[in-house]
């Protein structure tokens, strides 16, 4: 776990050089799927938001996305951790905010108690999205989808096989990963 954090930490440290807090005072934002938050159960829990560094003045963002999941049943759970580090660039060149394009790395640790498999994954991709910041507001929303291919790792600890019933699902070697909405706060 400490090697997952500090793996984490490095792009964090490398990008907030790139911050010019003087310029725009609200250039750092926190984001959450309030559907995650609200349909929890007792069998199933899960968490995603992010972290993001605006540059306006680039039209860019560099953003840390964060997903946890744990399943239960019987006694035994499956739990996928992922987090990313996100470049994006929004195309309208008005600051952030509108339709954006970026790429993405990803690391994904799945574990299954039942078996006592557990995995680390590491992928990349793409992202494309468009999120609404409305002027003088320091509440943002948005919504995006991202391919991403594993390079490492093992697929289908899950007890899946070898069937790839969905590409939604971090246990296969691609995934496409949908944001249908997320609620953030600038400050």
Known sequence: MIKF???????MMVFSGQLDIGKNEKNIGIEVNPFRVLLQESDHNSLSGSLSFFLEDQNTEIRFPFFWD????????DTTTTIDTEYRYYIDNSGVGGLFIGGLARLAMLDNEETNKDTMKLGAGFTLGYRYMPEGSN???GVSISVIRYFSGENHIFGKGGIDTTW???DTKGIIDVDLFKIGYRF
Do not use: M
Not at 5 to 11: S, Y
Not at 70 to 77: A, E, H, K, L
């Open 70 to 77: 744990r399943d239960t049943w019987d006694g035994y759970s």
């Open 5 to 11: 954090l500090l793996l984490c930490l490095i792009p």
């Open 168 to 170: 939604l699902d971090n």
């Open 139 to 141: 509440w943002y929303a």
